[in-house]
């Protein structure tokens, strides 16, 4: 390699051929070389799993069949475990048997739980009604909120005036469980207060259709002339019109899963407009 006298260096190589120079226009670009990108697991996107508490029962287990049927992850806990049901949706379920009142026995089955719907109650003397209906909730109520639970469904019950008084304990019971349930899930539990429930029983392989005796109180509460727009009346409390089982589990399932679904307390009325709505 020798320089020039312009400063240019030429080659001494003889064998070297040396291509005539080429400008910027007469370059011709070359491919991209297109690495592979790596592979990025994104994980899936959560699964709504949703607890029924008391989902063995009547109100129960039509929850259980709409929350199956909208394809959620459904387990229930009760007292007795899986049913003795023969409906295709009950082998989708993952049943727990436990007892509200001793946590020992329950608290696994909150695991990877998203929201819980409870129809735990029942009767019997003032103080076990008391009990069941208003300590076990609070129990299931605290526990769901420590272990983070998104949203929390409780059915409670419409005041019926005289029947307040006689089931004392049945009512004071809602009633503590539902100041509980608005303390802890000021923004995530909702009330639902059915007068009447009617619908068909399963049984077994038997389904006992208690729309017989549903449909006359319909009727008859249909033609009253006791009519009123006050909610808290004494009157209005003998009308209410009773609800079909598969509207109190639309409107539970809803209330339980939608986000957006207002928080507080929603008479039968309200049941009846929302079981109407499309689901989201």
């Known amino acids: 390699m020798v320089a020039s006298r312009n400063g240019r260096y030429l080659s001494t190589d003889s064998n070297k051929v040396h291509e005539p120079f080429k400008s910027d226009s007469d370059k011709v670009d070359e491919p991209f070389k297109v690495e592979e990108a790596e ?78 719907i409870s129809c735990v109650g029942g009767f019997g003397s003032q103080s076990y009604m008391y009990k069941i209906n208003g300590t076990a909730n609070i129990n299931a109520i605290r526990a769901a909120s420590e272990t983070g639970v998104k949203r929390y469904v409780y059915i409670s019950a419409a005041d019926f005036g005289l029947a307040n008084y006689l089931l004392q304990g049945y009512y004071e019971g809602k009633r503590a469980a539902e100041t509980e349930l608005l303390t802890k899930f000021a923004y995530g539990g909702v009330i639902l207060r059915p007068g009447f429930i009617y619908g068909t029983r399963n049984v077994g392989s038997v389904k006992l259709p208690l729309g017989v005796i549903g449909s006359p109180l319909e009727m008859e509460h249909g033609s009253s002339t006791c009519k009123t727009t006050q909610t808290d009346s004494p009157c209005r409390a003998l009308v209410y019109s009773p609800v079909k089982v598969t509207a109190v589990a639309k409107v539970a399932v809803r209330a339980a899963t939608d986000p957006v679904f207002p928080p507080g307390v929603v008479d039968v009325y309200g049941i009846m407009r929302y079981s109407q709505q499309r689901a989201a």
């Open 39 to 116: 592979t990025v697991n994104v994980p899936p996107p959560p699964t709504e799993k949703l607890l029924v508490l008391g989902g063995n029962g009547f109100v129960g287990s039509h929850i259980c069949k709409e929350a199956v049927d909208r394809g959620l992850h459904v387990a229930s806990l009760s007292r007795s475990g899986r049913p003795s049901i023969n409906d295709s949706w009950v082998n989708n379920v993952t049943w727990h048997q436990g007892n509200l009142l001793s946590s020992d026995s329950w608290t696994e089955a909150l695991n990877g739980v998203t929201s819980v």
